[in-house]
Structure formats: structure tokens, C-alpha cells
């Protein structure tokens, strides 16, 4: 049996940095919300017990380090599954880009499996174990629109936003996370307004959306890669209502509402830039 799933990327319209734990890892607060730009993960029985993962992007790992791998033994091992499984990843999100595609592609694979090895789970299960595997995958389980808390883990689940735009460029660098975490000074950062997030979406007021965008990790990003400040100036040159970097970068994206002003911004650019996409919010 064969099962093809969809794993879409995020990007996080809030982004605030609230402390460093005992863990290592920060406790966070962001409005996360997914986008039609996704892999695709074509999942297929295995008798003979193995995890093999099948991808031709060459940034992507095809042994234990990749987070479909990991989600796929996770579950292998807490359900003591004697089956294996064939994972074929069709890369479109770019890698390490802030728009946590391998987070992604495990959640869909957990999702997956649960219906594939008939297990039965439950989304808040499903979501628990992924946190085992990255702080994001608990939300890219649920998908839609969300509030996350503590390292990320912790799911609110919030309405769709309005309906607009979203543009996004990424420049031809990759950005580690745990080194623009291991950069973030405290005392320094902006925090966004979270609470003001969550009701411009409840409210359906897009100005407002746009008015509080805002990521504590966009200036550590901007300064270790300027090439990120340049995308950013570009985009509000060519008239996007409102730009920002996704998660811990370098993807910068622009939310657009008239169609008349899309086409000139990702024409522009399209210009300095390979990869830009133009795609709407999932929703809710
Ligand atoms: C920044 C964000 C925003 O959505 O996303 P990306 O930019 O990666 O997409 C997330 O917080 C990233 O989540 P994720 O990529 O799953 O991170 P993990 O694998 O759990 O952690 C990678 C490393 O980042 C640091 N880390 C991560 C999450 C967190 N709340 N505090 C941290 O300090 C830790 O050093 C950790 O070792
Ligand atoms: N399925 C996967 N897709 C992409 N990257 C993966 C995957 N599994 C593991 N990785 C590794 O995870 C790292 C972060 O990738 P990604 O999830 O795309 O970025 P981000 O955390 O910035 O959203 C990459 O360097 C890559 O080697």
C-alpha cells in the first residue's frame, strides 16, 4: 500500500525570544501559520522491517539523520512495529531556510504511519512524539494556524488569517538554527507584540496583521548575513505591505493583498534572486 502526503512549510508571522532555559533550548512564543508551498512524501509497506528513504535533493540527508527517518524509527520503536517503510521525498521547501521543511516532512511521515501501520493515534499524540524529534514538529502536525509556547512544542490552535499574498525569497545561503539561538543577546532583542498577533487574526484585521509582524531572531540574522537586510529592503522597495524573516532565517517573506502588486514585486525580485515563490496561507 502506498499513501502520498502533503507536508507544507511554515513561516512564523510573530517570533519572540522570551528567555534561555536549563535545557539549552529558549522558551519561545510564536504565531506560526503553514503555506501552500510542500513536499510531497509518498509512503510505501515494507515487510522486511528496514527504513529506507529515497531523495534526490542533495541537500537532504537519505540515512539517520533525516527527521522522516527519525519520526518513522520513533514510532517503529514505541509500537513495536515489525513492518519497515519506504519514504520518497520530493523536495520543494529550500533547506535550512527558517521554513521548517524537514520538521515538515517528519510530521507528515507521523501522520502517515499512523493511518499506514493502523495505529491509531490521536493528533495530540501524534504531535507530543513529534516534539522527540524538533521543537517545530509538533505544529507542523496540526498545520494551519497556531500559537506555540515553550521550546515550540506547546499548540494553540488559532483561526486563519486573512486572506492575502505571501512572497517569499531565499537567498543562496542556508542558516543554522542552533547558531543564531546560540547568538540571540537578551538584552538586546526586539519582542514582538503576540497577544496584539492573536487578536488581529481573531478580528480578521489584515492592517493589524501587518503591523505586528515581528522576529527577536531577525537581527541576529541581518547581521551575521547582510545578504538577508538586502532581500528585506528589496521587497518593501517593490511595495509588499509588510516583510519579515521566517524562523531563524534566511527566507524573507512579504504579505500582499491586490494581485496588481504581486506580479511587480516577485518579477523585481526575481532579478537578485533564484528562489522566489509567490502562495497563499493554508488557513486555518
Ligand atoms: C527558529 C524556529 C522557529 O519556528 O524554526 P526554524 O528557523 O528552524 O524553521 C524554531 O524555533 C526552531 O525549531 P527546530 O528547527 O525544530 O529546532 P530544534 O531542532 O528543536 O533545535 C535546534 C537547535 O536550536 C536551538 N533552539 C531551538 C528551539 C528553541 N526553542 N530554542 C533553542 O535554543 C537549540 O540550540 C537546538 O539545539
Ligand atoms: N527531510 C528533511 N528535509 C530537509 N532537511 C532535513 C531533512 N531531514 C534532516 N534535514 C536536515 O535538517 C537541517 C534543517 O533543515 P530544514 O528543516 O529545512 O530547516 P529549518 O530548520 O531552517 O526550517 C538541514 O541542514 C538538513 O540537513
Known amino acids: 500500500m502506498r499513501l502520498l502526503m502533503k507536508a507544507p512549510a ?37 515487510e522486511d522491517g528496514q527504513i529506507i528513504i529515497i531523495s534526490h535533493s542533495r541537500f537532504v540527508p537519505d540515512d539517520q539523520r533525516n527527521l522522516a527517518f527519525q519520526a518513522a524509527k520513533l514510532l517503529k520503536e514505541k509500537f513495536n512495529i515489525k513492518q519497515g517503510v519506504t519514504i520518497a521525498i520530493d523536495k520543494t521547501i529550500p533547506v535550512a531556510a527558517g521554513l521548517a521543511g524537514g520538521s515538515s516532512d517528519a510530521a507528515a511521515t507521523l501522520r502517515g504511519l499512523n493511518i499506514l501501520w493502523e495505529l491509531h493515534l490521536s493528533m495530540d499524540q501524534l504531535a507530543e512524539i513529534g516534539s522527540e524529534i524538533g521543537s517545530d514538529v509538533s505544529f507542523c502536525v496540526y498545520g494551519g494556524t497556531g500559537l506555540a509556547r515553550g521550546r515550540g512544542e506547546k499548540i494553540t490552535k488559532l483561526s486563519a488569517p486573512p486572506n492575502c499574498w505571501v512572497i517569499l525569497a531565499k537567498p543562496s545561503i542556508g542558516v543554522s538554527t542552533a547558531d543564531i539561538y546560540r547568538n540571540v543577546n537578551l538584552e538586546k532583542i526586539h519582542h514582538p507584540n503576540t497577544e496584539a498577533m492573536v487578536n488581529a487574526i481573531q478580528n480578521h484585521q489584515y492592517d493589524e496583521v501587518c503591523r505586528h509582524l515581528g522576529n527577536s531572531l531577525e537581527k541576529v540574522t541581518l547581521e551575521m548575513y547582510p545578504e538577508v537586510l538586502h532581500i528585506k529592503e528589496q521587497m518593501q522597495k517593490f511595495g509588499a505591505d509588510a516583510v519579515l524573516m521566517s524562523g531563524s532565517g534566511p527566507t524573507v517573506f512579504g504579505l500582499v493583498q491586490h494581485d496588481s502588486r504581486l506580479q511587480r514585486i516577485y518579477n523585481g525580485l526575481r532579478g537578485f534572486c533564484h528562489q522566489v515563490f509567490a502562495v497563499r496561507m493554508l488557513g486555518e
Do not use: S
Not at 522570551?18 to 535545557?23: N, P
Open 10 to 46: 511554515k513561516i512564523n508571522l510573530t517570533l519572540d525570544v522570551l528567555g534561555k532555559r536549563a535545557d539549552g533550548y529558549h522558551e519561545v512564543e510564536m504565531v506560526m501559520t503553514t503555506i501552500d508551498l510542500a513536499d510531497r512524501i509518498e509512503l510505501e509497506k515494507r
